[in-house]
C-alpha cells in the first residue's frame, strides 16, 4: 500500500518514462542484473549492483494469511544467495519507471519461479539513484505471497 502511494505521488511529479528510451534502458540495467544475480545465486554480481548502503525491505503474506515485515541490509540479501540445485526465475512483466534527474523508480508485478514452478508473487519497486553517471540500487522493497499468482 505504501509503495502504491508513493508511486502515486511520483506519477503525479513526473511522466512515466518510455520504456523503449535510452535513460529508461539505463535505469534497468541494474534492475535487469539483480535478476540475473537471483538467476545464477551469485551474491557479488548482486552486490554490483547495490549502493553499499542499500536497504531491503520485504512485507511478507504467509499462507495463514498473518503477515511480517522484514528488513536488512544489501549486503544480508547478497550473502543469502548461495549456489544450489534450484533453478530461481524472477519475471517482472511492464515495469513502470520514473525518471526525475538523478533518482529513478522502477513499480511492477513480479512472478517469483523455482524449478519452473512459480513460489511466489507480488509487486517489486526499486529505488535507483545515478552516482558517478551511473544507475545503481538505493533500496528494494517487495511485497510477497503465495496466493492470487498468475503462473
Request: some cysteine; aromatic content about 6%.
Amino acid at each position: 500500500m505504501l509503495i502504491a502511494a508513493a508511486l502515486a505521488l511520483a506519477l503525479q511529479a513526473t511522466a512515466p518514462a518510455d520504456p523503449a528510451s535510452a535513460e529508461a534502458a539505463a535505469v534497468m540495467e541494474p534492475v535487469n542484473a539483480t535478476f540475473a544475480a537471483l538467476a545464477a545465486r551469485d551474491g557479488a554480481l548482486l552486490t554490483a549492483q547495490l549502493d553499499p548502503e542499500a536497504r531491503m525491505i520485504a512485507a511478507v503474506e504467509r499462507p495463514d494469511g498473518t503477515r511480517v515485515i522484514r528488513r536488512m541490509t544489501g549486503q544480508e540479501f547478497a550473502a543469502g544467495l548461495r549456489p544450489g540445485a534450484e533453478r530461481f526465475e524472477e519475471i517482472m512483466s511492464n515495469p513502470v519507471i520514473v525518471i526525475d534527474g538523478d533518482v529513478a523508480s522502477v513499480f511492477g508485478r513480479y512472478v517469483f519461479k523455482i524449478n519452473g514452478t512459480t513460489a511466489h508473487c507480488g509487486a517489486n519497486h526499486f529505488d535507483m539513484i545515478r552516482k558517478d553517471g551511473a544507475w545503481i540500487i538505493a533500496g528494494i522493497s517487495w511485497s510477497q505471497r503465495t496466493t492470487g499468482c498468475d503462473a
